[in-house]
């Protein structure tokens, strides 16, 4: 699969789901300036630390959207199902189109290309 041939990952009528993250909080952007960055992986913990330096009741609920049944797609067993489909080809591809989420929250694509249904671990 070429990149410009997913239409999920095209740019033109992207899914607001599949956007890449810094399209949303646009880290770059003049006059921003971020304090906090919170990843889904230790979500609840990431969350207790910023509402105690801002000062806000760790009680509120904060909602989590598209959670899988299963659990999050964080949860080590739902990444390998997930990208245990998808070739090491496929992987990198969804690495150069997200490569800036990866480089901003240090992420590294070797984790998920371990994962493609065609990786070989005798060759590393």
């Known amino acids: 699969m070429e990149l410009n041939e997913c239409s999920v990952l095209v740019n033109e009528g992207l899914a607001q789901h599949w956007a890449p993250y810094w399209s949303w909080c646009q880290p770059c952007a003049p006059g921003y300036e971020y304090h906090f960055i919170a990843k ?60 800036l989420d990866h480089e901003l929250f240090d992420y590294s694509p070797e984790e998920y290309l371990k994962l493609a249904k065609d990786y070989n671990a005798s060759t590393e």
């Open 40 to 99: 889904l992986e230790h979500f609840n913990e990431d969350k207790k630390y910023i509402f105690d330096k801002v000062g806000f009741n760790n009680s509120i609920e904060v909602i989590q959207e598209n959670k899988t049944k299963a659990g999050h797609a964080s949860n080590p067993l739902e990444k390998a199902r997930y990208y245990g489909t998808l070739t090491s080809q496929e992987i990198y591809d969804l690495y150069l189109r997200y490569k």
